[in-house]
């Protein structure tokens, strides 16, 4: 079945320094790609999303970029602030059937 | 965006017992799914709930132990059945909407089994 593997498992940045995840999915037919943003307590929220048609895609400071050849997508934030610290969590997902997540990145802004 | 209503949002059980999780969705989504987060991990899928048929389970998840039900394309109901602490987890709803092509979450239900 599907696989996801995401790293790191806890990154640590200084605040305005960037961040990157990286993850990897093992099945070919997977074509919706979603980050996810888990704060203490809370559901997870959708951040930034991206499809197999398109190679990068870009919301303010968060930005996604996909290579299907390789099975690798990652997430990066820029300029990264506080309010940034939170548990990520990439997916892959055939049209929305059988979302598989990632295993989750801690991430920590040190003001 | 679809709004997701999880009820009940957090409940503590008593091992032995069952607990069933409600989800309504305010708009008619053709896909709905059930994760579980336990407690420092990430989401795992236990089923889709298929509307007038029986869920789809996935690998280690069973429906004498969850047992599903979706009588329309808003509604969808998760038990927990025969709990143990082993059970204290997130349960979240979660829908594809076509309308969005995304996927949404429900805001969970904490469960924790003493």
């Known amino acids: 079945g599907e696989n996801v593997e995401q790293h790191p498992s806890t990154l640590s940045v200084q605040e305005g320094d960037s961040a990157v995840i990286k993850c990897t999915y093992s099945d070919s037919a997977s074509n919706y790609f979603p980050w996810y943003k888990q704060e203490l307590g809370k559901r997870p929220q959708l951040i930034i999303d991206?499809?197999?048609?398109?190679g990068e895609k870009k919301d303010q400071r968060i930005a996604v970029t996909l290579n299907k050849t390789a099975k690798h997508f990652s997430l990066h934030i820029t300029e990264t602030q506080p309010e940034d610290s939170a548990v990520y969590f990439c997916a892959a997902s055939k049209g929305g059937f059988k979302t598989i997540f990632g295993a989750g990145t801690r991430l920590f802004v040190k003001a | 965006s679809a709004v997701i209503s999880q009820k009940p949002s957090r409940d503590i059980c008593q091992r032995g017992t069952s607990l069933t999780i409600q989800c309504q969705v305010d708009s008619q989504v053709t896909m709905m799914f059930w994760y579980r987060q336990q407690p420092g991990q990430s989401l795992t899928l236990i089923a889709t709930a298929n509307q007038g048929s029986e869920a789809t389970y996935e690998s280690g998840f069973v429906i004498d132990k969850f047992p599903i039900s979706r009588p329309n394309l808003t509604f969808s109901t998760l038990t927990v059945s025969n709990m143990s602490p082993e059970d204290s987890s997130i349960y979240l709803c979660?829908?594809?909407?076509?309308?969005?092509?995304?996927?949404?979450f429900g805001e969970g239900s904490w469960l924790t089994v003493v």
């Open positions: 979660s829908v594809w909407t076509d309308s969005g092509n995304t996927i949404y």
């Open positions: 991206i499809r197999s048609n398109v």
